[in-house]
């Protein structure tokens, strides 16, 4: 029988801001969307040639469980990057960990999901052995969501809306960046959209930063928010107040 594998980017032993507790973080290769403010351009494309790795659940299982001893309060296996976009390769994983009693996170905007099959048929398998997801949520408005991806966000919505039908626990996280989604009006509509949700465990803004910004020079390609500095503080503090961010 064919082993599943996936096209791993890198891993992190002692992740603490993936999910609840320590975690061994599974960055994967290949992600659909294209953020401006992306600090991994050179994970975007599924390929071996920038150092990513054809491994295996089992593979990646035995490194992970070296560390189980630090998977106190909750922790446990994280999945990031682009995972849908290896759909079967997470289910694999997620089986197998699950097996083994491990508390597993998938770290996600969404960009694959569809309710066309097979994906939704898998998706909805793989729900069965995940225990959280991280959903980031770039920018709530369907224009500037094209702007600052170059994807739409209606897909995105849907499988928010799904994940709340199915009552699977949330974590809510938006990126916030100054002259793109970083606006009362969106916020507020984002808050809206959040309301509407049963299953929103926490809402975290993520400050945008400008520390990948050397990466897209490195691989020839221009920087789209070159000159566009950090939120203030007080935009981050108002950005939490708006989205009643724990």
């Known amino acids: 029988m064919t082993q599943i594998k996936g096209l791993i980017h890198s891993t992190e032993s002692f992740g603490s ?12 290769q290949g992600c659909p969307l294209r953020c401006q403010f992306c600090h991994n351009p ?7 040639k920038n150092g990513a790795t054809w491994r295996s659940a089992d593979e990646l299982l035995a490194q992970a469980l070296r560390y189980r001893t630090y998977w106190k309060n909750g922790g446990g296996i994280t999945v990031s ?46 729900m069965q052995y995940t225990d959280l997801l991280l959903v980031d949520i770039k920018h709530i408005d369907e224009k ?28 809510i996280r938006h990126v916030l ?3 793109r989604n970083d606006y009362d009006e969106y916020l507020n509509r984002l808050n809206d959209f959040i309301q509407t949700l049963d299953n929103v465990e926490r809402v975290e ?5 400008t520390l990948g910004a050397y990466k897209w020079k490195e691989l020839g390609l221009d920087y789209p928010l070159e000159g566009i500095n950090p939120p203030s503080r007080e935009r981050v503090e108002n950005a939490k107040k708006i989205l009643h961010c724990s």
Do not use: C
Request: net charge neutral; no cysteine.
């Open 81 to 126: 990057g682009g995972p849908l976009l290896q759909i079967d390769f997470l289910l694999d994983l997620f089986k197998k960990a699950k097996a083994k009693g491990i508390h597993t996170t998938i770290d996600t905007a969404g960009g694959p999901f569809t309710r066309e099959e097979p994906f939704f048929s898998k998706f909805q398998e793989l």
């Open 42 to 48: 050179d994970t975007w494309n599924m390929t071996d």
């Open 144 to 171: 500037s969501h094209k702007e600052l991806t170059g994807k739409t966000n209606k897909n995105i919505l849907d499988m928010i809306r799904f994940l709340s039908d199915i009552k699977k626990p949330v974590w």
């Open 17 to 28: 801001v993936d999910g609840p507790g320590v975690r061994f973080i599974i960055f994967v």
């Open 177 to 179: 960046v100054p002259e």
């Open 205 to 209: 803004i993520l400050p945008y930063h």
